[in-house]
């Protein structure tokens, strides 16, 4: 597939995703209206995301390691290539949840929507921004809402795509709400769509993510948190080298 026609797919995808959050634009800011609601903001984006990639071809597959109990609360922890790990994800999760990603994005109309309801931002070079992240983290994880929190921070810029060192952020977060960790490897989202798709296009095809089993967090000390990041790190990175 030429260059040109990819990128004429990654717009074609872009305006779908557009056209299917305007067209449910009216209920979703009627749910906006009351907190109570806000799982269902959640639903309604697993629904955007897997019609719209669906309308441009893109269809997303997951295996698991062992059945989820999603009515417990986890700190979900993936590696992340494209924009789009984040709807890989939320299409295969079956708990209220939420994600962290950086503040620069709120300028997007669409996630500006739900950084405003549901999701989280965090600028990782303000410690009292990282602060007050984490801390409405924590409240949201007590709510009884997962948190989907990338933790190499952003996607790296080097293609092919490389894992990248974690940060500690997400794995003391785990530890000190005795919450567990479920590492997500995303193998191939990227070979669709790399970043934000812009500079070498997209096309139709089958994104596969991983599931591992949890990892339970509940006997560990924040003295631990280092070691947590190293064992989910080393995780997601057998699995990628094996995909």
């Not at 948190?147 to 795509?161: A, H, L, Q, R």
């Amino acid at each position: 597939m030429k260059l040109a026609l990819k990128r004429i797919h990654t717009y074609f995808y872009r305006y779908s995703v557009g056209f299917f959050f305007i067209l449910f634009w009216p209920l979703l800011f009627l749910l906006s209206k009351r907190p109570k609601l806000y799982r269902y903001i959640n639903k309604l984006r697993q629904f955007i995301a897997f019609i719209s990639s669906a309308f441009s071809g893109i269809f997303y597959r997951a295996t698991f390691e062992e059945p989820i109990d999603w009515s417990r609360t986890y700190v979900i922890c993936p590696n992340h290539t494209s924009n789009l790990d984040v709807s890989a994800i939320s299409v295969h999760l079956r708990n209220n949840h939420c994600f962290m990603a950086k503040e620069e994005l709120r300028s997007h109309f669409i996630l500006n929507f739900f950084f405003n309801t549901i999701d989280i931002t965090v600028n990782r070079e303000s410690k009292m921004s990282s602060f007050r992240a984490f801390k409405k983290a924590s409240e949201k994880l007590n709510e009884g809402v997962s948190m989907v929190i990338f933790p190499e921070g952003t996607i790296p810029d080097v293609y092919p795509p490389a894992l990248h060192a974690f940060k500690n952020g997400p794995f003391r977060l785990a530890i000190e709400m005795k919450v567990p960790i479920i590492p997500i490897s995303c193998p191939d989202t990227w070979k669709v769509l790399w970043d934000t798709g812009l500079e070498f296009g997209s096309r139709p095809g089958i994104c596969d993510i991983f599931v591992h089993k949890p990892i339970e967090t509940a006997h560990l000390t924040l003295d631990d948190a280092d070691a947590l990041r190293d064992e989910v790190h080393a995780i997601i990175k057998q699995k990628l080298q094996q995909a």
